[in-house]
């Protein structure tokens, strides 16, 4: 009997000019819940060509990149500008009434119960998170406001969701164009040009990727702190690896495993390809209408197949 075969992809495109980049192919068979790192390859600036055939070999039904694949709300704005505080595009005001309405939640925990308000707090300043406080950090976040040049809805629900674990692991924030160089943004735009026009890209980033596995008990804390560190992140990067082979049921190639481990390139190909494995299989994160992009952000809920 023939195995159904499902082929996803991935490719981390941030760096600069002349970074090379990496093409993750996932080979899936959706019946035996099984996964194989079949393709990582690496591929120059001007290798545009072997990339478009490339992936009109693997007939990828869609790839999960990391830059942004639309425009804030001001980038489309053809109105004469009030400013930011008067905007009315409907996804700034979405944006601002989201924030807002995080805020007034907050404030009534402290009406109603303000003796347990301020004793969560000081938890939080002896570093103990109260998870249905807004952290001091997010809310300084939040009051800062939405800003329609620079942000997207997405943003706003990413912070939500990930601002304080984003905070304490990688030392960063969220901001679509924050984050994102504009040359490289530029060139992105070039480059879809030259590919084939019937492939069709998603987005995900590769850090809210790892915090998904963390949240999935698949990888545990000290793997994030230890890839940070440049003596302990080769040996991180193996670990986290091995724990995803575990209990996902993945399988990687040595060959592969040591271009993952010694190319920052291709392990974040290889992330997003991990992303591109749970949309496949339906584990994602429901994004509300308010905060979805033209194209699919990817959000993974991984789910351990050893369970």
């Given at each position: 009997?023939?195995?159904q075969k499902n082929?996803?992809?991935?490719?981390s495109?941030?760096?600069?000019?002349?970074?090379?980049?990496?093409?993750?192919?996932?080979?899936?068979y959706?019946?035996e819940k099984r996964?194989?790192?079949?393709h990582?390859?690496?591929?120059s600036?001007?290798?545009?060509?072997?990339?478009?055939q490339?992936?009109?070999?693997?007939?990828?039904?869609?790839i999960?990149t990391d830059?942004?694949?639309?425009?804030?709300?001001?980038g489309?704005?053809?109105?004469?500008?009030?400013g930011?505080?008067q905007c009315?595009?409907?996804q700034t005001?979405?944006a601002?009434?989201?924030l807002q309405d995080?805020?007034?939640?907050?404030?009534?925990?402290?009406?109603?119960?303000?003796?347990?308000y301020?004793?969560q707090?000081?938890?939080?300043?002896?570093g103990e998170r109260?998870?249905?406080l807004l952290s001091r950090?997010?809310?300084?976040?939040?009051?800062?406001g939405?800003?329609?040049y620079?942000?997207r809805?997405?943003d706003?629900?990413?912070?939500?969701k990930?601002?304080d674990?984003?905070?304490q692991y990688f030392?960063?924030?969220?901001?679509?164009?924050?984050?994102?160089?504009?040359?490289v943004?530029?060139?992105w735009?070039?480059?879809q040009?030259?590919?084939?026009?019937?492939?069709?890209f998603?987005?995900?980033r590769?850090?809210l990727?790892l915090l998904?596995?963390?949240?999935?008990q698949?990888?545990?804390v000290?793997?994030?702190r230890?890839?940070?560190?440049?003596?302990t992140?080769?040996?991180?990067?193996?670990?986290?690896?091995?724990?995803?082979?575990r209990?996902?049921?993945?399988f990687?190639?040595?060959?592969?495993?040591e271009?993952?481990v010694?190319?920052?390139?291709?392990?974040?190909?290889?992330?997003?390809a991990?992303?591109a494995?749970?949309?496949?299989?339906?584990?994602l994160?429901?994004i509300p209408?308010?905060?979805?992009s033209?194209a699919?952000?990817?959000?993974?809920q991984?789910?351990?197949?050893?369970?």
């Amino acid at each position: 009997m023939t195995l159904q075969k499902n082929f996803v992809g991935a490719l981390s495109v941030y760096g600069g000019k002349k970074d090379c980049f990496y093409l993750a192919c996932v080979e899936h068979y959706p019946e035996e819940k099984r996964y194989f790192l079949s393709h990582l390859q690496k591929f120059s600036p001007e290798q545009l060509t072997l990339l478009g055939q490339t992936l009109a070999t693997y007939n990828l039904p869609f790839i999960i990149t990391d830059l942004p694949l639309d425009v804030p709300p001001c980038g489309n704005c053809t109105a004469l500008c009030p400013g930011i505080t008067q905007c009315v595009h409907p996804q700034t005001v979405a944006a601002q009434k989201f924030l807002q309405d995080l805020l007034a939640l907050d404030h009534q925990r402290y009406k109603e119960h303000p003796k347990d308000y301020e004793r969560q707090r000081a938890q939080e300043d002896l570093g103990e998170r109260a998870p249905q406080l807004l952290s001091r950090s997010l809310r300084r976040r939040c009051k800062k406001g939405f800003n329609p040049y620079w942000h997207r809805p997405i943003d706003v629900y990413i912070w939500q969701k990930y601002f304080d674990d984003l905070q304490q692991y990688f030392k960063m924030a969220y901001d679509s164009f924050g984050n994102t160089s504009l040359m490289v943004w530029w060139r992105w735009q070039y480059w879809q040009k030259h590919l084939p026009e019937s492939t069709i890209f998603w987005e995900g980033r590769s850090v809210l990727v790892l915090l998904a596995l963390l949240r999935a008990q698949i990888i545990k804390v000290q793997d994030l702190r230890h890839l940070l560190d440049w003596q302990t992140g080769a040996a991180a990067k193996v670990k986290i690896v091995q724990q995803i082979e575990r209990h996902l049921n993945f399988f990687i190639y040595d060959r592969d495993l040591e271009i993952l481990v010694r190319e920052p390139k291709a392990f974040d190909s290889f992330l997003l390809a991990l992303a591109a494995v749970a949309a496949d299989n339906g584990q994602l994160e429901s994004i509300p209408a308010w905060a979805a992009s033209k194209a699919p952000f990817i959000l993974p809920q991984f789910v351990r197949q050893d369970a």
